[in-house]
């Protein structure tokens, strides 16, 4: 997890611990929340950072293996708020969200033909890069932490199917800085385009977050949520990898009271 994402999950958990300690005085002075329920649509991004490894195999021999990256995806869903008690909601959502990213391979290098025809050394590294569509089912439970303005703290579990598993795999050119591919010009070229070899579609995980629900007018609501998403299982059904991605999804939705 990178520095930025760490102080912004710390973040998360430190709005959460004072939220549950303002909870914690007289619920006489704080008006009584309403049960009702509330549903609606929502949008934003999947901040999406992914660790492990993942190969790529040719006749049944590794040719690529892909680290650590990272990428940014939509999300689009519509969820609803079912009281439970005057403080407690279940949330149920389904999401459609972008889990991709680009993964980096190690550099190596290889000789390469130069200037005046004269044999050098040409470093060279490869990326995966896929968009990784999921469709999504969560079940989260909140616990209004401030009914006055409808903050709220969330945790749940997440069931999401791949919708698709394309990748396109490139080869780049890192130095010397006078080398390109002949027949482009560039520094980076396709390598291949296909679906992901043995890629376990199904994924499980946690998510957790904060809320809240607004009020602007008469049974509308703003609905602003970011939640953090730990996944259980990893995308390789191969032994001995470990591809995984986390989720920071912040998304802006409108609610309904019905």
Known sequence: MNRSRRKILILLISIASASMLYAGRDANLEPATPTHWYIGGFAGINSNSHTGTYGLYDDNRPCCTFNSGSGVGVVLGVKAFIPLTERISFEPRVVFEGRGGTLKGSAYEQSIRGQNNQVELASYQDELVTTLPYLCVD????????????????????????????????????????????????????????????????????????????????????????????PFTSYSSNAGTAWKSTQLQPTLGICFQL
Do not use: W
């Not at 709220?152 to 010397?176: D, H, K, R, W």
């Not at 390109?180 to 890629?199: H, I, M």
């Open 139 to 230: 079940a989260l439970a909140d616990y209004i932490v401030i009914p006055k303005y409808g903050l709220y703290v969330c945790a749940g579990f997440s069931m999401g199917m791949a919708i698709s598993t394309s990748y396109t795999q490139y080869e780049n050119i890192l130095g010397p800085a006078d080398v390109t591919y002949v027949n482009s010009g560039l520094t980076r070229q396709e390598v291949n385009s296909a679906k992901l070899p043995d890629f376990q579609s199904f994924q499980f995980g946690v998510r957790f977050g904060l809320g809240a629900n607004i009020h602007l007018k008469n049974k509308l609501y703003l609905s602003p949520e970011v939640l953090y998403t730990i």
